[in-house]
């Protein structure tokens, strides 16, 4: 079982990045899915997650009206579309997998916010 990010890189504040995460070995389309963050010297946070349905999301209020979360259960992939970023965004973003006590993990992508 693993996922696997991708899309990080530099931005400038007020730009937009697209992160993916592919994942295989498991039932994709069973498995809630969520980005999370961890920045320099803070706790990893959650950023936005979605059900399996893909009909309900839930953010991080520091991210709402910004970041939009989806995902494509035939590719199985989940996205992390993210719009306006600010120097508060810059993180190593990781992708997690969840369905019981199944947790699965990916090595995260750099996202820095800079001018």
């Known amino acids: 079982d693993q996922v696997v990010e991708s899309g990080g890189g530099l931005v400038q504040p007020g730009g937009s990045l697209r992160l993916s995460c592919v994942g295989s070995?498991?039932?994709?389309?069973?498995?809630?899915m969520s980005w999370y963050r961890q920045a320099p010297g803070k706790e990893r946070e959650l950023v936005a997650r979605?059900?399996?349905?893909?009909?309900?999301?839930t953010y991080a209020d520091s991210v709402k009206g910004r970041f939009t979360i989806s995902r494509d259960n035939a590719k199985s992939a989940v996205y992390l579309q993210m719009d306006n970023l600010k120097p508060d965004d810059t993180a190593v973003y990781y992708c997690?997998?969840?369905?019981?006590?199944?947790?699965?993990w990916g090595q995260g992508t750099q996202v820095t916010v800079s001018s």
């Open positions: 997690n997998a969840k369905r019981g006590f199944v947790d699965v």
């Open positions: 070995g498991f039932s994709f389309g069973n498995y809630r």
């Open positions: 979605i059900y399996g349905d893909w009909k309900s999301a």
